[in-house]
């Protein structure tokens, strides 16, 4: 059976990048003050994945207008994603979109938000890419879109924010990979697939379902390594942000059930109302319940 979520981490604290299946809404974990680590010290912090061997870290932050930072000279690569207000960094404008890549060492960078923000931040020790020794401002707008196929069978579309991003067999490069990932309105993936690594979304925008249930904005999944996850599907479309440490590899298998669950969620939902985060019990207004894996592991 599709393993199941402890219902410990659905909305009480972080998710733990190797422990089981994570899914919760980003917006119900508390707010809390940021410990004295680079940037963030000091200020609001939703905690929402840590390694607890290495400390890195995954947090939506919330800073006010007229504050003022500087990543710091530690080992720390801190990679920022704004949601929502702007930030000025060294003078050049961060706005809504925008990806700032902070490798550790790069002290003399200072940010100031020009206005209330809200951000997730992505802190990472010890990171080292080649060629990536630079602090680098992108705009997700400005990029174009990179389309290609995963394990030559799920159609993908994707904009990369952390660069290189490619290694010969799989998505990402040594260090992993940060994308913006793209669903177009009736995606259906109805297998289950696993990856030899950890890897997490967070959902910026439309929907999805899953077999831990439905996912709006906000919404937080975390996949261990070598855990089975999905079918998926999506009625209007998804966006989400995608994160792991190394490459994400892709191996698939048959799901009893799993094309008859992506198909009736299309197909019962209703284009009247918008979808609702919710855990399994979410299923019911749409007939259908979680589907079981053909065979064990």
């Not at 290694?167 to 990402?172: K, L, N, S, Y």
């Not at 479309?237 to 299309?266: K, M, W």
Request: aromatic share 10%.
């Amino acid at each position: 059976m599709i393993a199941q979520v402890e219902g410990s981490i659905l909305m009480t604290g972080h998710w733990k990048r190797d422990n089981n299946p994570g899914f919760f809404s980003v917006f119900d974990l508390p707010w809390r003050t940021a410990p004295e680590r680079d940037i963030v010290s000091g200020l609001d912090q939703r905690l929402i994945s840590e390694d607890a061997t290495t400390g890195a870290s995954t947090s939506m932050i919330r800073i006010p207008a007229g504050w003022r930072g500087s990543p710091g000279e530690s080992d720390i690569t801190a990679e920022l994603f704004v949601v929502e207000g702007s930030l000025s960094l060294d003078g050049r404008s961060l706005g809504v979109g925008s990806y700032a890549f902070l490798p550790h060492g790069k002290g003399a960078e200072r940010l100031v938000a020009c206005e209330d923000v809200q951000m997730y931040l992505f802190l990472t020790p010890g990171m080292e890419i080649s060629g990536q020794d630079d602090v680098r401002v992108m705009s997700f707008w400005d990029e174009p879109w990179q389309e290609g196929l995963l394990d030559r069978k799920l159609p993908q579309r994707w904009k990369s924010l952390r660069l290189p991003d490619f290694v010969e067999g799989a998505h990402g490069s040594a260090a992993g990979l940060l994308r913006v990932m793209q669903w177009q309105p009736g995606f259906i993936a109805p297998m289950e697939h696993l990856h030899s690594t950890w890897e997490e979304l967070i959902f910026l925008q439309g929907d999805w379902v899953a077999e831990r249930g439905i996912i709006v904005p906000g919404s937080f999944l975390g996949n261990p390594g070598e855990s089975w996850h999905a079918p998926v599907a999506t009625r209007d479309g998804a966006l989400a942000l995608v994160h792991s440490n190394r490459p994400l590899d892709l191996i698939q298998r048959h799901c009893e059930g799993g094309e008859e669950f992506c198909r009736t969620y299309l197909e019962r939902g209703s284009w009247l109302t918008l979808p609702q985060h919710g855990g399994e019990e979410a299923f019911a207004q749409y007939g259908i319940s979680s589907p079981a894996a053909a065979a064990t592991s």
